[in-house]
């Protein structure tokens, strides 16, 4: 007895069909689940129909998901640091417009009075037939009063009244001596400058009509008038005590010439002052 068994063609096509039907069937119960799952689903390719029925189908490609986004955050975060705004405001801002100084500043009304003392001294011409002038000097007292404004801070101009007074001065003529009372006067104009327009220190100046006037005896009140020019100037310190009000001293040099004509005869006199003065000031 043959111990071999001879496989029939008739068995050989039974097995064949049945592994068809199970492959399509297995196929057919994929196909729902791909498409729930958003997958496209293809038809099988002439080549896939063409490969034995044994072997399994590789999935179809798909395209990648996009991932998460911590790869855009990253993104935005490698942007340069000056895009973003500061957390603390550094900016300074412009600087203002100074104030102008309204007090302890030399402008405005000007208001000045000196009270001093110093030396007077005057020398008269009169054609004396010993050809000698008569020469005088004494003791003085001095007031000063001036008005004015400011133009510009640190510089005044106004009127000026000056005025120095001596008595009993010594005259001296030929060897005679006596002592007479003489003065003199100035109205004019004056200037006072300011170097720095809040400080102290100042330079003036004034310069107008003159009168020089001498008893004509001890003791009578009448006195002989000259008239002429005169100038001065000075130089002080003003000490602040206000807004307003400053003190101090200054240091003043006044000259003039005079002259007269009486009974034909026409007498000259030139005189000089030296005065240290107390100052008071409102400017």
Not at 79 to 85: D, L, M, N, T, V
Not at 100 to 114: A, C, S, V
Not at 134 to 153: C, R, T
């Amino acid at each position: 007895m043959n111990s071999h068994r001879h496989v029939y063609p008739a068995s050989v096509f039974l097995i064949t069909l049945v592994g068809n039907v199970a492959i399509a069937a297995a196929q057919d119960a994929a196909a729902p689940t791909a498409a729930s799952t958003g997958a496209v689903a293809t038809s099988p390719s002439p080549v896939a129909e063409a490969q034995p029925s044994g072997a399994q189908l590789a999935p179809a490609p798909t395209a990648p998901a996009p991932s998460s986004g911590a790869p855009v955050q990253a993104e935005a975060s490698s942007q340069p640091a000056e895009s973003q705004a500061p957390k603390i405001n550094v900016a300074v801002p412009a600087p203002q417009p100074e104030v102008p100084r309204t007090y302890q500043m030399h402008d405005g009304f000007y208001l000045r009075g000196n009270l001093g003392i110093g030396q007077l001294s005057t020398t008269f011409d009169d054609g004396s037939a010993s050809s000698q002038d008569l020469e005088g000097a004494g003791f003085a007292f001095s007031f000063d009063l001036l008005a004015g404004g400011s133009p510009s801070p640190g510089l005044s101009i106004g009127g000026a009244l000056l005025s120095s007074a001596a008595f009993s001065a010594s005259f001296e003529r030929a060897g005679l001596k006596a002592d007479r009372d003489a003065s003199l006067a100035m109205l004019g104009v004056f200037v006072d400058g300011y170097p720095k327009a809040n400080g102290g220190w100042h330079l003036g100046g004034a310069m107008g009509l003159a009168q020089m006037k001498v008893e004509k005896r001890a003791g009578d009140l009448g006195k002989d008038a000259m008239g002429g020019l005169g100038g001065a100037a000075w130089v002080g310190y003003d000490q602040w005590v206000a807004d307003e009000w400053s003190m101090g001293g200054l240091l003043r040099f006044a000259g003039a010439l005079t002259s007269a004509k009486e009974n034909s005869v026409e007498t000259s006199a030139s005189t000089f002052s030296t005065t240290l003065m107390f100052t008071t000031l409102y400017n």
